[in-house]
């Protein structure tokens, strides 16, 4: 490592170290070469290191790029990068979730380095629950109903990357948007984001799931009711009255029934609604967000979904990749979630054995982000004071062949008949995969047709799709 003067440098930009060293934001100050030269305590605490990386590069401390480092990028550009959320990983491995401001310093002779200020979000989170708990004003952007914001959707992959982006764009306007993705691939937090991210931020936001709500009762519950509209009927306002001038989220919006989809499009199309028994009409305006766990054209050629109201709220088609669609996430994500148990369960676990990284990168992921979170919070709950989880903390399902179902369906279809090894419940699976897998070659990946000659619902071939992560284009001719 180059000798460092560290006084020397530091005295040429500034003489403010005691009140840097004080801040309850992380500071970090490099030379122009992007090497260390102060760091101070916060910043300590925020990367979980005992001894200041003074004279180290920024490249070589923080698993980073010149591409990828904010510090880097500033010394390039000489231009100050303000409000930048950056998640990176120390060289031991620390995950930290931030918001960084970067600023070149110069003096009479030109660039002589740059000066980093960083915000652990956990951090800032706490301080603001801490100050909002004594009747203060919040500090930040986010609102006193917790949501969450695009800081908090982890992933640099090229697919999250390009849904973050487009979202963001989508929440500056009044256009309805619809998200398509797997469930467990984050739409809610998506809509909360926009929401946070968009003008309404101040105004209310309401989440309902469409699938979740009985047939006989949503109509009321979305447009509110009057006193005798029905036995037991009270003046109640529905979730378009709540959501006025703020934001209202149909999570599942094919699982609504159709003639409640042709009363939700009028309400669209006037910007009015009346309440369940009501003559009068009142006025709207809603940002409409809404969500399908499913292909919407396949949606509306099997009619669950109104091709009008596809296109009413379709106006913006955001694609949400499921896990699968962006494998090299997985980590960083593994890492947050560790983070977060690690401090939940008073555990001290650093990271995942090579033996669960292998099997992690296999897995097919049906149940995407929520299944990595939930798997990793199970793991921690077995992994006691071991520091590595390890593969005999996974649950047995991810211990088993994670080969993809495309493989499988070949190995099983053999002459027509299937071949069974292993125990009962495994055999189980696999005549149900292999009788599910015909249906749909007989059907030409017709769900109605399938599901009729397997003697089941539509919606429950459904889910039995998503469990083995098959798909209905794959059966098209």
Request: proline fraction near 4%; glycine fraction near 8%; hydrophobic fraction near 40%.
């Amino acid at each position: 490592m180059a000798k460092v003067n560290q006084e020397h440098f530091l005295n040429d930009i500034v003489n403010y170290r005691d009140i840097f060293g004080a801040f309850d934001e992380g500071v970090i100050i490099t030379d122009k070469n992007g090497r260390i030269m102060f760091y101070n305590n916060t910043q300590m605490h925020i990367d979980s290191v005992k001894t200041p990386p003074i004279g180290e590069l920024i490249t070589s401390f923080y698993q980073l790029t010149r591409d990828t480092s904010l510090i880097m990028r500033c010394l390039s550009t000489q231009q100050p990068i303000l409000n930048k959320h950056l998640l990176y990983k120390t060289r031991l491995g620390r995950t930290t979730n931030s918001l960084c401001s970067v600023f070149p310093l110069f003096n009479e002779e030109g660039l002589v380095g740059s000066v980093c200020f960083v915000r652990d979000y956990n951090l800032l989170e706490t301080t603001i629950t801490s100050v909002c708990s004594r009747g203060e004003e919040p500090l930040t952007s986010r609102n006193l109903q917790g949501l969450l914001t695009f800081s908090d959707i982890i992933g640099t992959s090229t697919a999250i990357s390009e849904a973050v982006k487009t979202a963001k764009m989508a929440a500056l306007t009044p256009s309805p948007v619809m998200m398509v993705g797997e469930t467990g691939a984050g739409k809610e937090i998506f809509a909360q984001a926009m929401h946070q991210f968009g003008p309404r931020k101040d105004a209310a936001n309401v989440t309902i799931n469409c699938a979740a709500i009985p047939e006989n009762l949503l109509e009321g519950i979305l447009f509110g009711t009057v006193k005798g509209a029905f036995t037991g009927a009270i003046d109640k306002q529905g979730l378009f009255e709540k959501a006025d001038n703020g934001t209202l989220f149909l999570d599942e919006i094919n699982s609504m029934p159709l003639g409640l989809q042709a009363k939700l499009l009028r309400v669209i199309q006037e910007k009015k609604f009346r309440r369940v028994g009501s003559l009068e009409e009142r006025a709207i305006d809603v940002k409409i967000l809404s969500s399908v766990n499913e292909d919407p054209h396949a949606a509306i050629d099997e009619g669950r979904l109104r091709v009008d109201l596809f296109y009413r709220l379709g106006v913006v088609l955001l694609h949400l990749p499921s896990l699968r669609e962006r494998r090299e996430d997985i980590p960083l994500l593994a890492a947050a979630f560790i983070e977060k148990f690690n401090k939940a369960l008073g555990r001290n676990v650093e990271g995942l054995s090579k033996g669960v990284i292998e099997r992690f990168t296999r897995h097919e992921w049906p149940g995407n982000v929520r299944e990595l979170q939930h798997i990793i919070e199970g793991a921690m709950n077995v992994v006691g004071n071991r520091r590595l989880i390890d593969l005999k903390d996974l649950p047995p399902h991810m211990l088993r062949d994670t080969a993809p179902h495309s493989l499988r369906r070949s190995a099983l279809n053999v002459g027509g008949s299937v071949t069974i090894e292993g125990n009962l419940r495994e055999g189980q699976s696999d005549l149900e995969l292999a009788a599910i897998t015909a249906a749909m070659e007989r059907s030409n990946g017709n769900i109605s047709r399938a599901a009729a000659d397997l003697g089941l619902s539509r919606q429950l071939l459904h889910y039995k799709l998503k469990k083995y992560g098959l798909k209905r284009e794959a059966f098209k001719i």
